[in-house]
């Protein structure tokens, strides 16, 4: 073998190697999303079974997730809370209100409990 035909024969054998670990890589990747998705159905099944409302938010203020509780309650709907704030859903007073219990979360990092009032979709408390 001429000296080219090993280099291009190792460069091959190279090529082959990253390949299977891309390969390798790649099915990681497949079995962490596949159990991803799985913990987030888990979730999803376990927030819509707590028969209060429920809704879990960022850091700065917009809803990731609500149950249907909170859906009913609310008169919202889970496409309609997805990403908006406090105040985009809730009067002016009422928004305040939550975002100070949100920032109290946020500065402790302790989950609170709290009992309030809120309106539904239709006016009612």
Known sequence: ???QEKSGAKRIAEL???IAG???QLQCSKQAEA????SVHLQRAILDNIPDPAWVKTLDGRF???NKAWCVFT???HGQAIGRSDAELFPPEVATQLQEQDRTVA???QTQRYEETLTDGQGTS
Request: aromatic fraction near 0%.
């Open 107 to 109: 500065k402790t990092g």
């Open 16 to 18: 082959e190697q990253r």
């Open 22 to 24: 891309l390969e390798d």
């Open 1 to 3: 073998m001429h000296d």
């Open 75 to 77: 008169g919202a709907t």
């Open 35 to 38: 159990e991803l998705r799985k």
């Open 64 to 66: 990731a997730a609500v």
